[in-house]
């Protein structure tokens, strides 16, 4: 290790225990208290097999002698004051004063379970304190059954309740939400009110992020939700529920408000008791026109403390859009390219009765081949006129991808542990070709990708070649291979002395890649009369590692109960080796023709290969960081279930790049001190059928500029783009302000969300271009710019409108403005050094829905708009006024001799752009019939088509500050496809008593 390297580590060293020291004199010790007079006690009353919380019991405590001291009971869902500060209880807890410390006797008793008497010591003093509060949890066995009296049939008939509240936790009751005969989870998930699934599978809820999809309260194939949703069969769920959970060592915390804080939203997928013990599986195949086919299958153990589950999935279907199950069709969702899949894995999870102890392990293995064609047309603004694109390319893939996820979890009473081991493997190969030109008047196409057809034809075009700036062909054939492992470890503990919470991290990550190119490169730029051929061939591994260490501390204070005190140390060290070798095989004698060899062919010697390197576009680049961090922060409870927090991360880097290409060595190093304090503050409370939530925060980020961005260099591997450095980057300060109001009621379903948020960016870092018009080629340059800020305003209001839920209706309000500002290099005509230049984008979307639902018969109507409004005073800027909107109505509901059907039908149109190919109107219609078979309707029979009239559109259009686009994909045509659906459910024999 260099000196400086060791005066840095040093200097931190010193700087962190400076700030140490006076964190302690600032917060000094409080002075010892008396011995209080009564101590507080709380738990939990549980059932001893299940260890899910008993909603009523009743707990006596008493003298050694059996003199009573005090009669309790657990609480349902309440908000207690609790030594200070609030607690917010979620049933089956227990909260009560005892005279003091010393020796008691507890009899608890609850309907249906053994009254059992437990002893209770609580001592006058623990880790050098006066004891003032009290945590022991209790068990009960159920009472044995003496015998079963068999009653006759009852049938009920009721309105079902869709949403409820218990405690902090939304209900939802999936048998009353009509979905079609075969639905998966995700049809449920999305008819949730204020529910939201976003691509890859992501939830949102009120807005609100989705951090977990849990299956009866465990993760389930943690980190890719989508398997559940598109796996798991909706008829088997009986409750899902949307609630706070605490992760980690967060029972080790004293403060409840802290807790709650630190509790990450989930939605939890409770399935039906029949299905919660013995086999499960579920099987379909499918044959559609158009070649259309999907088979996919899975198999499911469940017992009470493990869980183990299987599936296979194979398919060339690549819509996610779901006859019926919304009207969420919209102008520029394109399902772009075709996509055949094959993929299984498995899932297990198990956990121990009495320890808590639990153990879970994912593997997914996946094959993709993907066939991606487009055809773009775009216009780039600038001063002296604008240029006009067109590409056309076809790029075929195939991706192999294996993953093993696996994690083991200790939570003891006064320690926790979790070890997170993972590997990943991903393999693609590629082949490509891409054609694209570029005119400085408008070529006026007769059809898609016409003047590319004739640029590229042997006679070509006088018309066109009058107005090209350049044509390019690019020929491509590559293979990727990536490896990574990565563990992570995390122990936390009371301190045996204080009782305070001490934590322990440590994780570390390995990534090896492998990348290798073939491209036969042509290049046409007739106004500068150069014609330029290129075959490439670039050899590009990358080594890098990190692991980082950390040690955390967190404390209260005795007389200040509602104040909490965390200091965090960590250490990260990163290293990173890039390389590229370019070699232009077209140097070699008779390699210089599109023709002489084949892609992918190589020379037959090493000394012919390294005869032929791109000296100047090769390099070897080596970057390291070192990363001291102390993070400070205070927690304060404010009023009922409220929580205040400050973080004051303080970090020392030290960063340093080795570049070796073109026989020159660069070497630059940086030390940087950043501060990015944040503060937060959010409030939650439910009771009395009324829940509100309350957050508003402020966080100051800076980033420094990637290292490789400093360097002088001149990158022109890619004859149209040329890539310079800039030493003088500056780093850049992001300001954030969000907030978000939801406010509602169980009593129709009422939920009421406002939210918005403010961001500015000083020093961004913008990429100037400069344009050369003879020849097409563009540099960029990174320069540092003000002025980027962006503001957001939402409204969400949805309610029943009538006393038995059938009507629900729903608007949601969205305000958006972006000042966005970059630089441009031209002006009256002329080329000049880049100067700033801003675009104002002002955005207002709009969307009404009205749902009647009644038994099995839902009828959807819904509506939305999105205005865009684009301005600028730039030079030759055309300002935009566009505005995207679909209407349309969805309908599920049985019909006669069992059959069921699903529809939607939806208008998609566009206006305002300048193009008038752009203002269409496309008339979407989905439907799909199904029926099911045998006694326990265990075979289903499905028939459905996806965009029966065929208007679909499959072209997107993008308008923003540099230009217009509208690129034309390749996509899954319509179809109509039959589907058979089987279901198995083996249940475990009922014991004899």
Partial sequence: ???????????????????????????????????????????????????????????????????????????????????????????????????????????????????????????????????????????????????????????????????????????????????????????????????????????????????????????????????????????????????????????????????????????????????????????????????RYLARGFAMRFTDHSKLFLFGNMNNMNDTQIPGSSGDWYANWVPAGTLKVRMGGGNFDWDDKNTKANVHSNFIATHEFTDDEQIASSVTYLGNGDTYNRNHSRQENTQTHVSWNNSFEYPGKNTYFQFSPNIDYFRIESHGLTRSATFNADPHDATRSASLDSIFAPAGSARLNHLLINSMKNLTSSLTKTFNASCSLFGSFKS?????????????????????????????????????????????????????????????????????????YNYEQTYDHGQRDLYRLDSLNNWNKPDAHTIGALPSTTDSLHAALDWKNSYHTINRSHTHSTIFGIGNAVGKSGYLSLDIPVRFNYNSIIDDRNHQIREKTRYLTTYSPSISYWHSLMQNGHFSYTSLSYFLGLNAPDMSTLLDVVDDANPLVVQLGNPHLKNAARHAIQFSITKGRTKRQRNINFSGGWNVTTNAAAQAMTYNRTTGVSTYQPRNIDGNWSSNLNFDYSQDVDTLDHIKLRTSTNLSYLNNVDYTSERGGQTVDPYRSSVHTFTIGEELSATYSINKTRIDIHGKVNWNNLTSSRENFNNQNTAEFNYGITFVSPLVWGLEISTDLNMNSRRGYSDKNMNDNNLIWNAELTRSFLKNKNLILKLDGFDILGQLDNVLSEVNAQGRTETWYNTVPRYAMLHLIYRLNIQPKKKKD
Wanted: aromatic share 12%; proline share 4%; with cysteine.
């Fill in 1 to 291: 290790m260099k000196l400086t390297n060791i005066n840095f580590h040093l200097q931190i060293i010193l700087r962190t225990s400076y700030i140490c020291i006076c964190i302690f004199l600032l917060f000094p010790p409080i002075i010892r208290a008396a011995q209080p007079d009564s101590i507080n006690i709380h738990g939990s009353i549980q059932d001893s097999f299940s260890r899910e919380n008993l909603q009523s019991a009743i707990l006596t405590f008493m003298r050694p002698d059996s003199s009573v001291v005090r009669v309790d009971s657990t609480k349902r869902f309440d908000t207690t004051n609790y030594g200070g500060f609030y607690m917010t209880s979620s049933g089956g807890f227990y909260f009560c004063k005892l005279p003091g410390a010393g020796n008691y006797l507890v009899k608890v008793q609850s309907s249906g379970y053994q009254t059992k008497i437990f002893h209770l010591n609580i001592p006058v003093r623990k880790y050098m304190k006066w004891v003032r509060d009290w945590s022991e949890d209790f068990r009960l066995d159920k009472e044995h059954k003496i015998h079963e009296v068999q009653l006759g049939e009852a049938v009920i008939k009721a309105t079902k309740i869709k949403m409820v509240l218990k405690g902090d936790t939304v209900v939802f009751n999936a048998d009353a939400f009509q979905l079609s005969q075969g639905s998966m989870l995700e049809q449920l998930i999305k008819q949730l009110p204020g529910m939201k699934l976003g691509d890859g599978g992501d939830i949102t809820y009120n807005g609100q992020h989705v951090n977990s999809l849990l299956v009866n309260g465990k993760d389930f194939f943690k980190g890719n939700p989508k398997i559940a949703l598109e796996n798991l069969p909706a008829y088997m769920v009986d409750k899902v529920k949307v609630y706070r959970r605490s992760e980690g060592d967060n029972y080790l915390k004293k403060d409840t408000a802290e807790i709650n804080k630190d509790k990450k939203l989930v939605v939890d997928v409770n399935l039906k008791r029949q299905y919660n013990q013995g086999w499960l599986a579920n099987a379909e195949v499918a044959g559609g026109t158009n070649n």
């Fill in 496 to 568: 045996p002395i204080f009782g305070n919470r001490i934590s322990l991290q440590f994780s570390s990550d390995y990534n090896h890649k492998d990348y290798d190119l073939f491209s036969h490169y042509t290049l046409n730029q007739p106004q500068a009369s150069k014609l330029d051929f290129r075959n490439q061939y670039t050899q590009q591994p990358t080594r890098n590692y990190n692991y980082n260490a950390g040690l955390g501390y967190a404390w209260n204070f005795s007389r200040l109960p509602k104040l909490q005190f965390h200091l965090h």
